[in-house]
């Protein structure tokens, strides 16, 4: 059996291995929408991630917006950044089966950076907190270069420095009870909560650790 296009040994589908592969596409992408955070600089893929490097983040939404029913082995991604936007040139290498021949195939697509305000900071400027974790006594300053080590500061919705220690206003009771866990091994950590509110039924409360 021939290849109906060439006359070469047909491998696939009455075709050789390049003219099946010529007629497959190996990948698809559009074009790309990314929040970014414009005061913490995190971006939105599902839930809102805080990232040092945007371009690290923006290649991460791509190698995820990319479709495929094949087998991608590998993934090129070269950015240019202009403006808001960036230019995104996608080179894949893959298999198309049943061909054993590999094919590589590139795309170009925008991806395009929209600034807005994320769950935490739009919380953090309405000073919005969950739980507050008290430091008080001899190792009041000890305990909050401990604390300041291992908490983001867009976690934090408020800082009060006070003659008996500091206040620190978490946006979120997950990162206080990370925080208050942690501090345990080393300091008496005592936690309490308080009524704040209700909402549509439901009483909720705020998280207190006092650390010593």
């Not at 995190?42 to 495929?68: C, M």
């Not at 206040?167 to 925080?179: G, V």
């Amino acid at each position: 059996m021939f290849c109906i296009k060439c006359g070469k040994p047909a491998t696939v589908n009455n075709f050789c291995d390049e003219h099946f592969l010529e007629r497959e596409t190996l990948f698809e992408i559009d074009n790309i929408r990314i929040d970014v955070c414009e005061r913490c600089g995190s971006y939105f893929d599902g839930e809102w991630k805080h990232t040092d490097n945007i371009e690290n983040a923006v290649r991460d939404v791509i190698e995820k917006n990319i479709k495929t029913k094949n087998k991608i082995k590998k993934i090129d991604i070269g950015l240019k950044k202009f403006g808001n936007k960036y230019s995104a040139s996608i080179k894949c290498t893959g298999m198309i089966k049943p061909c054993k021949t590999p094919k590589s195939e590139g795309e170009k697509i925008l991806v395009i950076l929209k600034r807005k305000k994320c769950d935490n900071c739009v919380k953090a400027l309405g000073k919005y907190y969950e739980a507050v974790i008290q430091i008080r006594g001899e190792k009041k300053e000890e305990i909050l270069n401990t604390i300041s080590k291992s908490v983001r500061s867009d976690a934090l919705s408020g800082f009060k420095e006070l003659p008996a220690g500091y206040d620190l206003y978490f946006i979120r009771k997950s990162d206080a009870n990370r925080i208050a866990v942690g501090l345990k091994r080393r300091y008496d950590v005592k936690g309490s909560f308080k009524f704040a509110t209700e909402k549509k039924g439901k009483k909720l409360y705020r998280n207190y650790f006092a650390v010593r």
